[in-house]
């Protein structure tokens, strides 16, 4: 289903201005504690990158999507950063995921591309059939294909490891289909952050749709988990999980400043979510949650999170250039340090504020309007 010229002018005026308008921070390295919730920052040397996506590579290295810089970087759990610059200038990759064939795949919004690369940094693009798609979130389903959200045209995408596209639209308009995830059944999983609607699709392409409380709920982040699919809502300042049977249960987050992004599952089997506000947070199966501060992450940006291979969680920080690292279960990382959880957060945002997308939005800093 087409966009509207209002979200293609936004699409144009984003993808032209915004990355560019962004103020960039020195990123710090703290030292690493034994206690669950310490974090580590790893900063990344290229000059505004402003790293979104990442996930856990066949490697045991973490994959990282240089939205400013375009390139596609890798840390390895010891923190050592690689990067490798994508062909198509101004791409901006932003969604990144291990593929089926043991490379990574990655959205290039900018482009109207998905990306492939290698371990050893070999990159192939794929034209997608058409332009003003923006293609955001993208994961690997079942059928061993590549499913990946289009907010530009409002339709989910599903593309072959060869290159092999189709196309699905959204029974509602201009929803901005950002996020996506599969779920244990073979379907997959995705937020619609215009519409605040969790939405489903199976591999055959059927669409089912299931509201949230508001229509600005902005979800975004979405992950399987404990009962279901867990997402992120940072308009109700809530984390949701929503079943199979699309019965939906929301747990407010501590701090009511409205901030809260994406979400992963951790080793724990707990789920663990991003606030752009500057914390990393842990929601239980039952709702108990825990957040920890990110030191000055205020002007850091949490963005997107993933569980790494060393059994701790990862995350990327947008306005710092950095990777930060949270430990997530008891280890013997050097330099301990008392505990002292739930930690309270260093800095609590105004409730008007909205997330920063990298999509086009109305929800928070550049604004399109």
């Known amino acids: 289903m087409p966009s509207s010229p209002l979200i293609r002018r936004r699409l144009r005026g984003f993808l032209t201005a915004s990355l560019g308008a962004l103020l960039a921070v020195a990123a710090t390295t703290a030292p690493a504690r034994a206690d669950v919730g310490s974090v580590t920052e790893y900063p990344i040397t290229t000059p505004d990158s402003y790293p979104a ?8 290295a973490l994959w990282f999507a240089e939205s400013g810089a375009n390139r596609i970087g890798r840390i390895t ?110 379907s997959l999983w995705f937020t619609e952050l215009y519409a605040g609607k969790i939405g489903r699709i199976t591999r055959s392409g059927q669409v089912t749709e299931f509201p949230l409380s508001s229509d600005s709920a902005f979800p975004s982040g979405i ?65 108990a949650m825990t957040e920890y501060e990110v030191p000055a992450g205020a002007d850091k940006v949490p963005f997107n999170i993933t569980a790494g291979p060393d059994r701790n969680i990862w995350f990327t920080e947008l306005l710092a250039g950095a990777v930060g690292r949270v430990q997530a279960v008891p280890g013997r990382w050097v330099h301990p340090a008392p505990a002292g959880q739930p930690q309270r957060p260093l800095h609590t945002a105004p409730t008007r504020h909205r997330p920063l997308h990298l999509a086009p939005g109305r929800t928070g800093r550049p604004s399109l309007r």
């Open 53 to 60: 996506g990442i996930t856990a590579g066949p490697d045991r």
């Open 77 to 186: 759990t010891g923190g050592t950063v690689t990067e490798y610059p994508l062909p198509t200038a101004d791409s901006l990759p932003q969604g990144i995921t291990q593929g089926p064939d043991r490379a990574l795949w990655f959205t290039e919004g900018a482009a109207d591309k998905i990306g492939r690369i290698t371990t050893s940094g070999r990159v192939t693009e794929f034209p997608l059939p058409g332009t003003g798609r923006f293609p955001t979130g993208i994961a690997v389903g079942a059928d061993r294909a590549l499913w990946f959200t289009e907010p530009g045209t409002n339709t989910i995408g599903r593309m072959t490891v060869d290159g092999r596209v189709a196309e699905y639209p959204l029974p509602t308009p201009d929803s901005i289909p950002y996020y996506i995830a599969p779920a244990a059944d073979g």
């Open 223 to 287: 992950a399987a988990g404990p009962g279901g699919m867990w997402f992120t809502a940072s308009g109700l300042n809530a984390i949701g999980r929503i079943t199979s049977r699309g019965e939906i249960k929301l747990f407010p987050v501590p701090v009511a400043d409205n901030q809260v992004y994406d979400i992963t599952r951790g080793p724990d089997g707990h789920m663990w979510y991003a606030v752009q506000s500057g914390r990393i947070g842990r929601i239980s199966g039952s709702g």
